[in-house]
């Protein structure tokens, strides 16, 4: 059974920085591609980006693109997301999660294709 944790939330002031991780531990983790996810208070979880494992392509949300670069490091079988120029706006929980087979165009920003979630971190922009 794989299991993700994510670390390195917090609280930050507006204009700051973080780096989220998210580590996969259990048996033998080859997916096709991880992504982050978050979902803010009474609203629903919204797609951030992801990242295919072999070759490190990135796909963001337009919202996200410019601010959050999602990298990987196989060895440590571990995927970052580093957020720049945080905004009130981007507190959420945010989850990563994994999918072991191409889940299709449409379905890499659809949380429903990913079978693997860790269980979420906090990330809280004050003004």
């Known amino acids: 059974q794989v299991q993700l944790v994510e670390s390195g939330g917090g609280l930050v002031q507006a204009g700051g920085s973080l780096r989220l991780s998210c580590a996969a531990s259990?048996?033998?983790?080859?997916?096709?591609?991880m992504a982050w996810f978050r979902q803010a208070p009474g609203k629903e979880r919204e797609f951030v980006g992801y990242i295919t494992w072999n070759a490190g392509i990135t796909y963001y949300a337009d919202s996200m693109k410019g601010r959050f670069t999602i990298s990987r490091d196989n060895a440590k079988n571990t995927v970052y997301l580093q957020m720049n120029s945080l905004k009130p706006e981007d507190t959420a929980l945010y989850y990563c999660?994994?999918?072991?087979?191409?889940?299709?165009?449409?379905?890499?920003?659809?949380?429903?294709?990913?079978?693997?979630w860790g269980q979420g971190i906090q990330v809280t922009v004050s003004s």
């Open positions: 999660a994994a999918v072991t087979s191409f889940p299709g165009l449409s379905g890499r920003t659809d949380p429903a294709r990913y079978g693997i």
């Open positions: 259990g048996r033998t983790f080859t997916p096709y591609s």
